[in-house]
């Protein structure tokens, strides 16, 4: 079916590395900016995000260019600026990609450094980082969404999906450069701080997860109570459809609800009893594994979704 | 070409089957636009209007477009979908050719990152220029017609451009000159005296998914709407729509 498509694998490729590293640079932004239970860690956990960040974006422009009929055309996009969601995006891309790298050598000395100029750069570039993550994230959504040809796209419900979506792939990259090179253990109190911050980003994580769980309950709710188009495009992920079973068991069980399960289990005893954090290795690693799993799936669903639906009427 | 039309028509229709290697006579049989008389409301806004009381589902026009731009095979400009409906002995066949609908408010138009895609101010044409197109595919899927296609050969955006090359020289386009049942008719909608028009305020008309807001230029005379969603209507029996295309279903 995918390759019948005209915006195949490596749109849908394109639109899940955009959301992560648009994730990865608004959680390092955030961080950097102050955001948050964060101790001595947050300096290490806003450097992973900012690492991060770029490269997924760069790697997913360059395969946007591959997907296009005239790769080698691909700088008329930046001939000329319309209000086409993609000649916006482009604008919003090539930022973006400039801004990150900026904001990611400004990490590249360990210390922080309080205010030195390094330190002001960088929390200048997160200001700029801030609106740009945000339109990265909104505008790979509104991309698809700008098209009433395709009922199952354009709907507002997408936009926040896809921005909820990017932000817990953010979190889960970071997640999982945390667990990865900066493992547990140690000093008592460096190890504290870390599980502090890894529970930090875990509850958030698990909340955003709850959310696109809340988003596509609605999608589904009002695509029901809609009539003609719209109904007729969702019927695509409800059970017998064409994508059920990608979205019910890659979106919705492996992407959401077992991530946030795990994250719960490790969360839950401190939000209820104030007991000690304990971070598990496992949860810290398959978590963000599965959400980013979820995530891909999630665009594909969408991408594939809205091509092999249309309006029911001639 | 200068004559009145009735006597071009009449002179079209007789040389037609006459010679057609007989160079400067064969030039002047092609039937041409009727030159527009006075009282235009404003710019020229070319349309089509195909009647389907008259069409046979022969694919002519299908065939003439393809040979006209050398349309690569898999893909079309123009086509002809069946609809067959009904149960046995109730049932019928009627046909639904389909080209770009040069929309008064195109979604193709206003994806399009580059400008490649744009709406001729001159005479409404919604035309792709093959020099900017970077081939992103967005027109393709913004339009709801699927009228949009890659071209495999060139690999940029190609659809029916309304046959600019022969519209601008006078003639009709390829599709409107080859059809043997005379179901096509071409011309400036905005023109109150033109064939067009006036065939079109005595007839009822329709457009197709008139709810997308698009505002087609290309009308239909005794069009059948049904699609095979309406199954689920008993009266319409069984439905079956034969695209003729790669893809069997209308999107
Ligand atoms: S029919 Fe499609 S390609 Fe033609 S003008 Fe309308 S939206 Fe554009
Ligand atoms: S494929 Fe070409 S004409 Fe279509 S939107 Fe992209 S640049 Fe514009
Ligand atoms: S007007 Fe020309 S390009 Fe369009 S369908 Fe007819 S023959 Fe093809």
Known sequence: MIEELDWGLLVIGYLFLAGVGAGAILVSAFLTLGAGEFGASRFAIARYGAFIAPLPVIVGTAMLVLELGRPFRALNLFKLINLSPMSVGSWFVGVFITVSLLYALTFIPRAAGFGDRLNRARRGLAWVCLPFGFAMAVYTAILIGAMPARPFWNSPAIVLLFVLSALSGGVASVMLALAVFHKPGGNPAVAEDRDKSAHALGSADAMLLLGELAIILLFLLFAQLSIGSVREAASVIHAGGALAAPFWGFVVLLGILIPAGMEMGVIAPKLLSGKLFNSYRAVEILAPVAILIGGFALRYVVVVAGQITGPISI | ?251
């Open chain 2, 1 to 251: 070409m200068n004559k009145d039309r009735k006597t071009e028509i009449a002179r079209r229709r007789f040389l037609k089957g006459l010679v057609l290697g007989a160079g400067g006579s064969a030039v002047a049989a092609v039937p041409a636009l009727p030159r527009t008389p006075s009282g235009r409301l404003g710019k020229v806004r070319y349309g089509m209007l195909i009647d389907l009381r008259k069409c046979v589902g022969c694919q002519s026009c299908s065939v003439a477009c393809k040979s006209e731009f050398d349309v690569p095979l898999g893909v079309s400009r123009s086509w002809v979908e069946y609809v067959e409906k009904g149960v046995y002995p109730h049932v019928g066949r009627t046909f639904l050719p389909r080209l770009c609908n040069h929309c008064s408010d195109p979604p193709c138009v206003s994806v399009c990152p580059t400008g490649a895609t744009y709406k001729r101010e001159q005479d409404g044409i919604v035309v792709v220029d093959d020099g900017v197109c970077i081939g992103c595919k967005y027109c393709i899927l913004a339009c709801p017609y699927d009228a949009r296609f890659l071209n495999p050969v060139t690999r940029f955006a190609d659809k029916c451009d309304f046959c600019i090359h022969r519209v601008s020289k006078g003639l009709v386009p390829s599709c409107v000159n080859t059809c043997p049942a005379g179901a096509r008719i071409f011309g400036d909608l905005n023109d109150p005296g033109s064939q067009i028009s006036k065939t079109m305020a005595r007839n009822r008309v329709s457009v197709l998914r008139p709810e997308m807001g698009t505002q087609p230029n290309v009308y239909y005379i005794g069009a059948d709407h049904t699609e095979p969603g309406n199954v689920k209507r008993h009266e319409a029996g069984e439905v079956r729509v034969v695209t003729h295309r790669r893809d069997p279903e209308r999107r």
